[in-house]
């Protein structure tokens, strides 16, 4: 079972646009389309490391781990 670990570290909105664009080709083009605007409208901190973490390593997660995320992505994204 995957241990999750908290993360102290802020993300900015810079480091979340380059981890979109290298995680983009992999996401449902749904997410990948609404995302950025999302971002763009005066998120929280708390937000916006959620999203980073949601983004992060999204490439090397097994389908259920995916089928999750998107879960989520769906949620915040109100998809």
Do not use: W
Not at 2 to 29: F, G, M, W, Y
Not at 57 to 70: G, I, P, S, T
């Amino acid at each position: 079972m995957e241990q999750k670990s908290t993360c102290n570290l802020d993300h900015s909105l810079e480091d979340i646009r380059k981890k979109l664009e290298v995680i983009a080709p992999h996401l449902p083009d749904r997410i990948v389309a609404v995302l950025p605007t999302y971002l763009e409208s005066g998120r929280t901190q708390e937000e916006l490391n959620y999203v980073f973490h949601l983004l992060k390593k999204y490439d090397l997660a097994d389908e259920m781990e995916r089928v999750h995320r998107n879960k989520e992505f769906i949620r915040l994204l109100k998809l």
